[in-house]
């Protein structure tokens, strides 16, 4: 199958599962992100569990992983990109390359929140 057809149908069915698993259970814990922190748990555990099924075994075909890794996931949670890449530095020895990732990550996303909610203040005459 096309691999763009893939990604597109993997996405929705990632994005709508993200708003109804994600929305279901922060609704019932409206002043703490729980519905994200358990999309981000779930996206990477799948991603990890699909991504290393995939090299020890082989038992993944190609078109299979491009739609749940890529579609799915890509839109279910960036996180799990995140988290894979992220792990895999620290499990090959690159310990100032994943100390590099995972602060300017953490870092660059506050900061770019941070410059968005500055940028509406200030084209709203706010700030």
Known sequence: MNPIIL???GGAIGAVLRYILGGFVQSSFASFP???ILINFTGTLTLGTIMYLSEYSGGIPPDARL???IGV???YTSMSTFGY???RLLE???TLNFAL??????ILVLIGV???RALVLKLAGVY
């Open 7 to 9: 990604v597109a149908l």
């Open 34 to 36: 729980f519905g994200t």
């Open 67 to 69: 739609f749940i890794t």
């Open 73 to 75: 996931l890509g839109a």
């Open 85 to 87: 890449e992220t792990f």
């Open 92 to 94: 090959s020895g690159e």
């Open 101 to 106: 990732n995972f602060l300017a990550t953490n």
């Open 114 to 116: 941070y410059l968005g």
